[in-house]
């Protein structure tokens, strides 16, 4: 069976356990759920790579006393120090051994609230356009009228205009962001090594905002390239970087995390499938989101901080849905993860590293 085409093109992570719970075969979606390959997964015992709440072992152990199958709905499954993914498992006796296959219920809903970041984002980039013409030609207007009685004003009234100007300068760089969402130019796409734009956020945060984190990377080395624009990447990493940063205790700990995960799949505008098999994370150990934020986190003008716009995170999920990728969140008090999924490069096309060398 496991050599069947039939196998390799199940949607869902399946493996085959021997008689002792190790691993005997497993397709391609399982390797990414597992984020090990098949020649590193062979073998090894699987309660060592996944657990459920009420234990593995009781499942597998009843499955071969019975020889009969058997469905777990909405159960737990553990995969190392990861967070909790919730799965229907359905197990099933085979001559020597049984049949797992794993159903993640947490794809589902991520990819629903990156569809619904992707309309939040559509929203706000003809709100930005109206609120940038209507707004930034009367403060422009308030900001002289300022200059020129403070012009023949003294004291205190000198103070009071210049307050007028500056207060209204202010407001005109929040409404410059604003408009970054309809003035945004369409991705440069070609093909890159992510870890190349990861490497120069990671450089640039370290001097700057992020001085004062440890920052960890946990890279597969092996990743093909993506298919994206490296200015507009690099934007996305630098936001969620500084937003790890800013929550984050002094001396705290964020974990940059690659792999390739090969079940995920998302819709595109026109309909088409397309696969995002690419999987960046952005991990902290800060407090986590609030939980009334984090249903609405991509919308705009959503913020967990004092002074915070909330345009930061809205124009990361444009730019990631622009890429056709997707992008999801998970937190809890000290561990919160931001993933970014994107489609892998055309096989024709070379990253701009190796047409250099060339």
């Known amino acids: 069976m496991t050599g069947s085409p039939i196998w390799q093109a199940l949607p869902i992570p399946a493996l085959v356990l021997d008689a002792d719970d190790r691993i005997d075969a497993v397709n391609g979606p399982a390797e990414g759920f597992l984020n090990r390959s098949a020649k590193h997964l062979a073998g090894a015992a699987l ?136 003035n945004l130019r369409p991705p440069q796409c070609r093909a890159v090594n992510i870890h190349d734009i990861l490497d120069r956020a990671r450089r640039s945060s370290m001097v700057g905002f992020a001085a004062h984190m440890n920052i960890i990377e946990a890279y597969d080395p092996s990743l093909p390239s993506t298919w994206a624009d490296p200015d507009q990447l690099q934007q996305v990493f630098l936001n969620l970087l500084k937003n790890a940063a800013q929550v984050a205790e002094h001396d705290g700990e964020i974990t940059i995390r690659t792999f390739y995960e090969l079940s995920l799949r998302v819709r595109r505008p026109d309909g088409s499938g397309g696969s995002v098999p690419l999987q960046i994370e952005i991990i902290d150990n800060g407090p986590g989101i609030p939980p009334e934020l984090a249903g609405n986190l991509f919308e705009p003008f959503v913020s967990g901080r004092e002074n915070g716009t909330g345009l930061g995170l809205a124009l990361v999920s444009k730019i990631v849905q622009d890429h056709d990728g997707w992008i999801s969140v998970d937190s809890v008090p000290g561990r919160t993860v931001f993933r970014i999924s994107l489609p892998l490069a055309p096989k024709d096309m070379k990253t701009d590293l190796q047409s250099t060398e060339e």
Not at 69 to 77: F, G, I, Q, R
Not at 85 to 109: E, K, T, W, Y
Not at 152 to 173: A, C, H, P, Q
């Open 47 to 182: 309660p060592s790579l996944m657990d459920l709440e009420d234990g593995l072992a009781a499942a597998t152990t009843r499955v071969r006393r019975t020889f009969a199958p058997l469905t777990l709905h909405d159960a737990t499954v553990r995969l190392g120090p990861s967070l909790a993914v919730r799965c229907d498992l359905h197990l099933a006796p085979l001559d020597n051994g049984i049949l797992i296959l794993i159903s993640p219920q947490d794809i589902a809903g991520r990819l629903d609230r990156a569809r619904d970041s992707r309309s939040a984002a559509r929203s706000a980039i003809g709100m930005a356009e109206m609120l940038a013409h209507e707004i930034k030609n009367p403060l422009a207007g308030i900001t002289g009228a300022a200059q020129l009685l403070g012009m023949n004003l003294t004291g205190e009234d000198v103070e009071l205009t210049d307050l007028i100007v500056e207060e209204s300068r202010r407001i005109v760089k929040l409404l410059e962001q604003v408009e970054q969402f309809g």
